[in-house]
């Protein structure tokens, strides 16, 4: 790609794509958080980073094509996360109450 | 414009009522739902009667087409005539009188709603079955009141017996339903269509070996429904049903479903030379055979079973000699004197507290008069004693089988005069003589083993038979839980007043309605017979004959049965265990099938084909699963790991394919 | 300048999502994901969505955050334990990732051509539908049953959450 074309291209906006690129580094990251952390708060919270990640490219495919669409599927999103949240985070305290763990491998009653 | 279709409805109305809600109800109201229901669709049937001359101008009316495929199209059709006002009649009638009967009957009964909810069914389906204007709506009624049937005769579904007869009446009557079906596919191959006037109007333009075929196929149906040999045997264990049961499905109304089909269908009947032959001995073979078997049973109901047999042989004789009006006047003339039977002796049964056994009652005249005087109408009218509906639909019948084959009328009168001496001998045993069922006004020490309820008890037939009169009673007693037989007492009025009614068509039926004449345009009269006279009064006779034979044996020389017992020995033997018919089937039909499906399908195929299969892909999974259990670590940072590999590689196989390239 | 502000706020947002994941304290990665949302809610200002940056900023980086900050705060959660195994997210995890990575940003990157005249750029104030006006006029019209819908989703959030949380009754 020739950088003076992109340089006069990146005077004039930032190129959706890029947006769109930055959401699936969010999402990346996320999914190495849920994959990698141990603390069950903080895999929930990769789970937020995801949510979010995706939620950029809807905005970013709404300003695309120039549709309020986007920003209503975000909208749901946001109240889905919020439910999700209540009670997922009531689910982590009634584990801990339990279990006296927050560390995702020692949760493992579903094996077997 | 009469709406026909709301002859049947209201019965189902009543049916979803009681069904879904009776639970909840009072017996007041359910009987009050379940009576209203079949009252009122009498009354519909009156009013269509009226408004079209009782049939004379028919009625046709078509609701929807129910079934469109190809070349089939049945529509939901409807259709009056006078064949089927008749039997609209009888049914709405009869069955109006015996539903004001069973709220008396049943009133102390466990699942009083739910057995007015079948009983309303069962209207519905009757009606469906007589209204309906085409083979297949017949048939759904056919099929609609062998359910009923079957569910009414397992009523008391946790006794045993019961159960096993209902089966036994579904399993029978599967034989029969399989030769209907057939007729039906064979008169649809050759018609093209299952409508009666199609049908019925195309059949004499088609080769006699068809409809000879459809004939006999349609008779096997018959057989089934209808109670004939080679299939009777399930309607005398069917009276393990309540009574009003046996008085209206198997007496007055269902039972002559055949009888109505075969007469329905009389166009192919009469160009099938062979099988109204074939008809006509069987009805005869079956009106001998049940008439015997009639005469040595004790149990009241397998009495009139036995009779209600032999009856509807007379009919089916009257069809196959081409008396077609014969046979449906009997079969109306029946439904009266049958149904008040059967109501009768369950008048009796309720009195002596559930008992059915006749050696255990006797001198019931002085606790039951009106029970008495209606049941010796009904006796009356059954014997063909002059005068009464019995005589003159008898008679048709006789007269126009000595047209036929003079033999068939002479078999005919024999049976006349066995079935004048079974009925009044049960007669006699039950209301003269000295009630021997405990002793009438004192407390009750002399039991006997079975519970009862009304019909609940073990039957004549599983007893030790011990054929002396005053058999000794050396059971413990029992604690039957019911109102028990102190003293026997009259049935409440709610039970007698439907009887009376009935007694009077009984007598005065007859007179009132001449079917043949009424029919005479749809099956026109049988030419005049020589010596109609003569074959009158040897029929007569031949009722006086059993009367006077049973009054002799059983009320002035008592100890004469006994003797003619010990002389016939075996024979005698032989026919009061029914010719150990249900034997002979169980040897030849029912072990075969049982141990040859024990053998080829449950061992052969069942363990060894299914459950191989079955088996082995169990223990496949279960050897693959022992490798990939591992992956079921319980971790869930392995199990989301897992995840990301998957979308990968689906991300990977789209990428692939090129979806991700805009 | 539309590319100034993008680039700091992605940088700030890349920078505070791997400071999620590699901070050993959960308030740490609660706090760091409060900027990840924060830069994103810019973000969306900058896509023409100011009523979803504003929602973003208050229910997400405010009410939702709040509620992770409580619980770790309840649950007294210190740095998190090192035990446990997974063999397959150790030896596949990485990989998966960089594939992930690879494909969805090569997917990304791809969709929309950057360059020429068909270029699709976003210039802030290009597009001005993502008002208020505009989302609640098409919330209470187009989406007027999957918002009615919401709310039960949230009646049976709340019931789930009381359910689950509260003492059992002996």
């Keep these: ?112 | ?662 | 300048m539309d590319l100034f502000f993008f680039l700091l706020f992605a940088f700030i947002a890349v920078a505070c999502a791997v400071s999620v994941v590699l901070q050993k304290h959960p308030i740490s990665c609660a706090l760091s994901l409060v900027g990840t949302m924060a830069s994103l809610a810019v973000l969306y200002l900058l896509l023409g969505a100011e009523f979803i940056a504003m929602v973003q900023v208050i229910v997400y980086a405010g009410a939702i955050m709040v509620l992770f900050v409580f619980v770790i705060m309840l649950l007294n959660a210190g740095e998190e334990s090192s035990k446990g195994r997974s063999w397959i997210a150790k030896i596949a995890g990485l990989p998966a990732l960089a594939a992930l990575l690879g494909i969805l940003g090569y997917a990304m990157l791809t969709f929309y051509p950057m360059v020429g005249p068909k270029a699709s750029l976003v210039h802030f104030g290009d597009f001005t539908g993502g008002g208020a006006k505009e989302i609640g006029t098409a919330l209470f019209t187009e989406y007027l049953l999957p918002f009615e819908v919401t709310s039960i989703l949230i009646l049976i959030a709340i019931l789930g959450a009381i359910v689950l949380a509260r003492k059992e009754i002996d």
């Excluded at chain 2, 048709?396 to 005919?412: C, D, E, K, Q």
């Design chain 2, 1 to 662: 414009m009469q709406n026909l279709w709301l002859i049947p409805a209201l019965p189902f109305i009543g049916f979803l009522i009681n069904g879904i809600l009776g639970r909840k109800l009072s017996k007041a109201v359910v009987s009050a739902i379940a009576v209203l229901s079949v009252v009122l669709s009498f009354g519909l049937v009156v009013s269509v009667g009226l408004s079209s001359g009782w049939g004379e101008h028919p009625i046709h009316q078509h609701y929807f087409t129910w079934i469109r495929s190809g070349g089939v199209d049945i529509g939901w059709d409807f259709m009056v005539d006078k064949l089927t006002m008749i039997m609209l009649m009888v049914v709405t009638g009869i069955g109006s009188l015996i539903h004001i009967y069973a709220t008396g009957y049943m009133a102390h009964e466990e699942g009083y709603y739910r057995f007015f909810a079948y009983l309303n069914l069962f209207m519905f389906f009757m009606l469906n079955l007589v209204l309906g204007a085409n083979y297949l709506l017949l048939f759904v009624g056919w099929e609609g009141v062998g359910l009923c049937s079957y569910l009414l005769i397992g009523f008391y579904f946790v006794k045993k017996s019961a159960t096993t007869a209902g089966n036994k009446a579904f399993i029978v009557n599967r034989i029969g339903d399989f030769g209907f079906s057939l007729a039906m596919f064979l008169i649809f191959i050759t018609f093209g269509s299952l409508d009666f006037g199609k049908v019925l109007s195309a059949a004499p333009g088609k080769p006699v070996e068809v409809l000879t075929a459809i004939a006999l196929l349609m008779l096997l149906g018959a057989t089934g429904k209808s109670a004939q040999i080679p299939l009777y045997v399930w309607l005398p264990d069917a009276m393990e049903g309540p009574t009003p049961v046996s008085a209206l499905i198997h007496a007055a109304t269902m039972v002559t479903a055949g009888v109505y089909m075969c007469s329905r269908s009389a166009a192919i009947f009469l160009k099938a030379p062979i099988a109204m032959e074939t008809v006509a001995i069987v009805g005869l073979a079956t009106a001998v055979f049940a008439a015997t078997i009639g005469l040595t049973q004790y149990d009241i109901k397998k009495v009139f079973a036995y009779s209600t047999v032999s009856q509807l042989g007379y009919m089916f004789l009257g069809v196959g000699v081409g008396a077609f009006s014969a046979g449906i006047w009997h079969l109306m003339t029946h439904a009266f004197f049958k149904a008040l039977l059967f109501m009768g002796a369950g008048s009796v049964i309720h009195a002596c507290g559930g008992e059915q056994d006749m050696r255990k009652m006797g001198g019931l005249k002085k606790y039951t008069p009106w029970t008495c005087g209606v049941l010796a109408c009904a006796s009356l009218a059954i014997a063909g004693v002059p005068g009464t509906s019995g005589f003159f639909s008898k008679d048709a019948i006789l007269t126009a089988a000595y047209g036929h084959a003079p033999w068939m009328f002479w078999v005919g009168v024999v049976t006349a005069g066995m079935t004048a001496f079974y009925v009044w001998r049960a007669f006699w045993m039950t209301f003269w003589g000295e009630y021997r069922g405990g002793d009438a006004g004192h407390s009750h020490d002399h039991g006997h083993a079975h519970t009862h309820g009304h019909d609940d008890h073990a039957h004549a037939h599983n007893h030790s038979h011990d054929h002396d009169h005053d058999h000794g009673h050396s059971h413990s007693h029992d604690d039957h839980g019911h109102d028990h037989h102190g003293t026997p007492h009259e049935s409440p009025w709610s039970m007698l007043a439907p009887l009376v009614v009935l007694a009077f068509l009984s007598l005065a039926g007859g007179f009132l309605f001449n079917v043949p004449k009424f029919l005479e345009s749809m099956f026109p009269l049988h030419e005049e017979v020589p010596n109609e006279e003569m074959l009158m009064g040897v029929s007569i006779f031949a009722g006086l004959i059993g009367i006077a034979l049973s009054y002799f044996m059983y009320v002035a020389n008592k100890e004469l049965p006994g003797k003619i017992r010990k002389a016939l020995g075996g024979i005698y033997t032989l026919v009061y265990n029914k010719y150990f018919v249900d034997e002979f089937y169980d040897a030849t039909v029912v072990r075969p099938i049982i141990e040859g499906s024990t053998e080829v399908l449950w061992h052969g195929l069942d363990q060894g084909v299914i459950d191989g299969a079955v088996n082995g892909a169990g223990t496949g999974s279960r050897s693959i699963g022992g490798v990939l259990k591992h992956l079921q670590s319980g971790n869930i940072r392995s199990y989301a790991t897992w995840v990301v590999v998957g979308a990968v590689i689906l991300l990977i196989t789209v990428g692939m394919n090129g979806g991700l390239i805009r």
């Design chain 1, 1 to 112: 790609m020739d950088p003076q074309v992109l340089m006069q291209t990146l005077g004039k906006g930032v190129p959706t794509s890029w947006y769109l690129a930055l959401s699936a580094v969010l999402f990346t990251i996320g999914v190495a958080g849920f994959i990698l952390r141990r603390n069950i708060i903080t895999v929930f919270m990769c789970i937020e980073l995801m949510l979010n990640a995706v939620n950029l490219s809807f905005i970013a495919f709404a300003h695309e094509h120039r549709q309020v669409s986007g920003h209503l599927f975000t909208f749901f999103v946001m109240v889905v996360a919020a439910a999700e949240a209540a009670v997922g985070l009531a689910i982590i305290l009634t584990v801990f109450k339990n279990r006296s763990t927050l560390n995702i491998d020692e949760i493992d009653s579903l094996k077997n």
